[in-house]
Nanobody
Framework: QVQLVEPGGGLGQPGGSLRLSCSAARITFTAYAITWYRQAPGKQRELVASITSTGSAYYADSVKGRFTISRDNAKSTVNLQMSSLKAEDTAVYYC?????????????WGQGTQVTVSS
Protein backbone atom coordinates (compact mmCIF):
# COMPACT_ATOMS: atom_id res chain seq x y z
CA GLN A 1 0.00 0.00 0.00
CA VAL A 2 1.33 3.42 -0.99
CA GLN A 3 2.12 5.73 1.90
CA LEU A 4 2.84 9.42 2.03
CA VAL A 5 3.92 10.48 5.50
CA GLU A 6 4.23 14.12 6.51
CA PRO A 7 6.30 14.67 9.63
CA GLY A 8 6.98 18.23 10.61
CA GLY A 9 4.59 21.10 11.00
CA GLY A 10 3.54 22.39 14.36
CA LEU A 11 3.65 25.88 15.77
CA GLY A 12 5.74 28.66 14.28
CA GLN A 13 6.10 32.34 15.10
CA PRO A 14 5.49 35.17 12.64
CA GLY A 15 8.72 35.77 10.80
CA GLY A 16 10.03 32.37 11.84
CA SER A 17 10.65 29.13 9.98
CA LEU A 18 9.31 25.62 9.83
CA ARG A 19 10.13 22.65 7.65
CA LEU A 20 7.71 20.07 6.35
CA SER A 21 8.70 16.73 4.90
CA CYS A 22 6.83 14.30 2.70
CA SER A 23 8.24 10.78 2.72
CA ALA A 24 6.94 8.24 0.25
CA ALA A 25 6.88 4.47 0.42
CA ARG A 26 5.98 1.83 -2.15
CA ILE A 27 6.08 4.07 -5.19
CA THR A 28 8.69 4.75 -7.87
CA PHE A 29 9.40 8.09 -6.28
CA THR A 30 11.51 9.49 -9.09
CA ALA A 31 8.57 9.18 -11.50
CA TYR A 32 6.27 11.39 -9.42
CA ALA A 33 5.68 15.11 -9.25
CA ILE A 34 5.15 16.15 -5.64
CA THR A 35 2.93 19.03 -4.65
CA TRP A 36 2.15 20.66 -1.32
CA TYR A 37 -1.36 21.96 -0.86
CA ARG A 38 -2.87 23.68 2.14
CA GLN A 39 -6.34 24.28 3.44
CA ALA A 40 -7.21 26.90 6.01
CA PRO A 41 -10.47 26.76 7.98
CA GLY A 42 -13.38 27.85 5.81
CA LYS A 43 -11.25 28.08 2.68
CA GLN A 44 -10.65 25.92 -0.35
CA ARG A 45 -7.56 23.80 -0.66
CA GLU A 46 -4.86 25.68 -2.55
CA LEU A 47 -1.60 24.76 -4.21
CA VAL A 48 1.46 25.96 -2.31
CA ALA A 49 4.46 24.57 -4.16
CA SER A 50 5.22 21.78 -6.59
CA ILE A 51 8.32 20.00 -7.83
CA THR A 52 8.47 17.87 -10.95
CA SER A 53 10.17 14.51 -11.29
CA THR A 54 13.11 16.34 -12.87
CA GLY A 55 13.36 18.91 -10.09
CA SER A 56 11.65 21.96 -11.57
CA ALA A 57 9.86 23.96 -8.89
CA TYR A 58 6.72 26.07 -8.96
CA TYR A 59 5.36 28.33 -6.23
CA ALA A 60 2.11 30.08 -5.50
CA ASP A 61 2.51 33.84 -5.53
CA SER A 62 1.60 33.97 -1.85
CA VAL A 63 4.69 31.97 -0.85
CA LYS A 64 7.17 32.88 -3.57
CA GLY A 65 10.43 34.04 -2.07
CA ARG A 66 9.52 32.65 1.35
CA PHE A 67 9.10 28.91 0.77
CA THR A 68 11.50 26.50 -0.89
CA ILE A 69 10.59 23.05 -2.13
CA SER A 70 13.27 20.43 -2.75
CA ARG A 71 13.45 16.71 -3.29
CA ASP A 72 15.88 14.03 -2.19
CA ASN A 73 15.26 11.09 -4.48
CA ALA A 74 17.67 8.84 -2.58
CA LYS A 75 15.44 9.22 0.49
CA SER A 76 12.13 9.41 -1.40
CA THR A 77 11.47 12.68 0.38
CA VAL A 78 10.33 16.15 -0.55
CA ASN A 79 10.96 19.01 1.86
CA LEU A 80 9.15 22.33 2.12
CA GLN A 81 11.23 24.93 3.92
CA MET A 82 8.95 27.71 5.10
CA SER A 83 10.49 31.02 6.15
CA SER A 84 9.20 34.49 7.00
CA LEU A 85 6.05 32.85 8.24
CA LYS A 86 2.81 34.79 8.33
CA ALA A 87 -0.39 34.19 10.23
CA GLU A 88 -2.09 33.48 6.91
CA ASP A 89 0.19 30.48 6.42
CA THR A 90 -1.82 28.73 9.13
CA ALA A 91 -3.48 25.72 7.55
CA VAL A 92 -3.42 21.96 7.23
CA TYR A 93 -0.73 21.10 4.71
CA TYR A 94 -1.12 18.07 2.45
CA CYS A 95 1.42 16.26 0.32
CA UNK A 96 0.29 14.97 -3.07
CA UNK A 97 2.13 12.65 -5.45
CA UNK A 98 1.10 12.37 -9.09
CA UNK A 99 2.45 10.26 -11.92
CA UNK A 100 1.06 10.61 -15.44
CA UNK A 101 1.05 7.44 -17.49
CA UNK A 102 -0.33 8.12 -20.96
CA UNK A 103 -3.96 9.22 -20.60
CA UNK A 104 -4.16 8.07 -16.97
CA UNK A 105 -2.54 9.15 -13.74
CA UNK A 106 -1.71 7.77 -10.33
CA UNK A 107 -2.58 10.14 -7.50
CA UNK A 108 -1.84 9.78 -3.79
CA TRP A 109 -2.38 12.03 -0.76
CA GLY A 110 -0.84 12.27 2.64
CA GLN A 111 -2.93 12.59 5.76
CA GLY A 112 -2.10 16.25 6.32
CA THR A 113 -0.15 18.08 8.97
CA GLN A 114 -1.22 21.17 10.90
CA VAL A 115 0.84 24.34 10.68
CA THR A 116 -0.09 27.16 13.03
CA VAL A 117 1.64 30.54 12.88
CA SER A 118 1.03 32.57 15.99
CA SER A 119 2.90 34.63 18.52
Amino acid sequence: QVQLVEPGGGLGQPGGSLRLSCSAARITFTAYAITWYRQAPGKQRELVASITSTGSAYYADSVKGRFTISRDNAKSTVNLQMSSLKAEDTAVYYCNAVRVIGPASLNYWGQGTQVTVSS
